[in-house]
């Protein structure tokens, strides 16, 4: 069975760091894309960042320069580090992958980040 397990939220200043972590049960070569998501209360859940099995990496622009998205396949982990945090990525994040071959995808519980100004 596939789970996705997201560890790392917390609260933290703005200007601050995080870096958060989402391990998977399975031997993440299975995926294409891996990814992180987020959502705000009152807000859909929204892209942030995106790893592709080549190693290619894409960010949604509110978060490009200050996110950096990896993925470990031998640890079985995909990361999201977050630098300069602003009270505006206060939400819950959730870390995504996309089955090889149909793109099932799959959902971690999520991890809280909050940024005080």
């Known amino acids: 069975q596939v789970q996705l397990v997201e560890s790392g939220g917390g609260l933290v200043q703005a200007g601050g760091s995080l870096r958060l972590s989402c391990i998977v049960s399975v031997d993440t070569f299975r995926f294409n894309n891996m990814k992180w998501h987020r959502q705000a209360p009152g807000k859909e859940r929204e892209f942030v960042a995106a790893?592709?099995?080549?190693?290619?990496?894409h960010y949604a622009d509110s978060v490009k320069g200050r996110f950096t998205i990896s993925r470990d396949n031998v640890k079985r982990t995909l990361y999201l580090q977050m630098n300069n945090l602003e009270p505006d990525d206060t939400a819950v994040y959730y870390c995504?992958?996309?089955?090889?071959?149909?793109?099932?995808?799959?959902w971690g519980q999520g991890t809280q980040v909050t940024v005080s100004s």
């Open positions: 790893v592709i099995r080549s190693g290619s990496t």
């Open positions: 995504s992958a996309d089955r090889l071959g149909d793109n099932y995808r799959y």
